[in-house]
């Protein structure tokens, strides 16, 4: 059943539904990126950015880079620098319609994550992007976050998904390629599969640097 009339439409009939958080889960939102949390975003190769736009509609986005591409300004701010993309710019634009964001900081083989929540703004202050690290060119615009929310996750999520166990991964022949995928979403019958393939290799070689 999907009909929006069955939804939960308050927090308090949500809450009751559930038991109350611990005083730990409550207390454990430093607020402010400490020493442990730079330490964390220094090791991180990947974060995810949430982002939404002006009419409330949502976005989750990769960002990727070598461990420590995101800086720690201050221990109220890091800087995001663009990569080589497909130009869409979603976030980008989000952040400048709706002004926050929401992060979620990975590391290889570790099953807890940083939750960094709080106030964005697009930047292309150049001394704001001399501090950054270039993620395969220099970055022309920044997404500078001021920390509002700033905890540890636990690592339930990962050790349900076994995320990081490769016994656990599926066999890539059972999965479409990229290339298939792309081939049935673009819906051009024009389109082959080796025409698609020869472009992402293209766009690997050239648009990583």
Not at 78 to 101: C, E, K, M, S, W
Not at 106 to 131: C, F
Not at 149 to 163: D, G, Q, T
Request: with cysteine; hydrophobic share 40%.
């Amino acid at each position: 059943m999907h009909a929006q009339e069955q939804a939960i439409t308050s927090e308090g009939e949500l809450r009751g539904r559930f038991d109350e958080p611990s005083a730990r889960a409550l207390a454990k939102d430093v607020g402010r990126l400490d020493e442990m949390c730079v330490r964390l975003i220094a090791a991180s190769p990947f974060v995810v950015i949430g982002s939404a736009d002006a009419r409330g509609r949502a976005d989750v986005s990769p960002r990727g880079g070598p461990p420590g591409f995101v800086t720690v300004l201050d221990e109220g701010h890091l800087a995001i620098p663009d990569a080589t993309g497909n130009n869409r710019l979603d976030t980008f634009a989000n952040v400048i319609a709706g002004g926050r964001v929401g992060l979620l900081f990975l590391i290889p083989g570790r099953d807890t994550t940083l939750r960094v929540n709080g106030r964005a703004w697009v930047s292309a202050e150049p001394s704001l992007l001399e501090r950054l690290p270039a993620v395969g060119k220099p970055p022309r615009a920044a997404i500078v976050v001021a920390a509002e929310e700033v905890y540890a996750h636990c690592p339930k999520a990962f050790i349900r998904a076994r995320l990081w166990d490769p016994a656990s991964w599926p066999d890539p022949a059972t999965l479409p390629s990229s290339a298939e995928v792309t081939r049935a979403h673009l819906g051009d019958p024009a389109l082959t599969v080796e025409e698609i393939e020869a472009t992402e290799r293209e766009s690997l070689r050239h648009r990583l640097a």
